[in-house]
């Protein structure tokens, strides 16, 4: 299924070594919606083309809580980035009854292999759908952890 649409598949990632991640920023009610923050308003000012609505569609996570946290960190940003007038949906399906899931999870943990391992096979399959992997704290040096 990749191979077959990998002409209209397109990733962008941000990649967070946790470690170097400030104690202020770790609780999930603050670290999601920083970084999901970067990855959105890179993706929504990225697009050329001209919409009315934005559609983003997350696995189901299963445990209410952090679901809310994630949500909650989507429409926030999506309310602060978006021009007047372009209408969001934030939708949650299960991974195992979505394909298009399953392809970008796939594509993600092909970018945390070469990250984490060193790993590069799987996404130096893929480098053509791969269009960006932003470091968040590429230049920090202290580690927490």
Known sequence: MIKTNADRLQVD?????????????RPPEKFYPRMLGYLL???????????????????????????KVIEKAVKQTLSSMLPDGVKYRVLHHASKSSSSLQV???LNWAIFRAWERGD?????????MVRSQFEIFMNGVRYYY
């Open 41 to 67: 308003r890179y993706v929504v000012e990225s697009i050329r083309d001209d919409y009315s609505e934005l559609i983003v569609i997350t696995d189901a996570i299963p445990v209410e809580k952090r679901r």
């Open 104 to 106: 970008a999870d796939y």
């Open 13 to 25: 990632s941000v990649v967070v070594e946790k470690r170097k991640t400030g104690p202020a920023l």
């Open 120 to 128: 590069r096979r799987s996404l130096d399959l893929m480098a053509g």
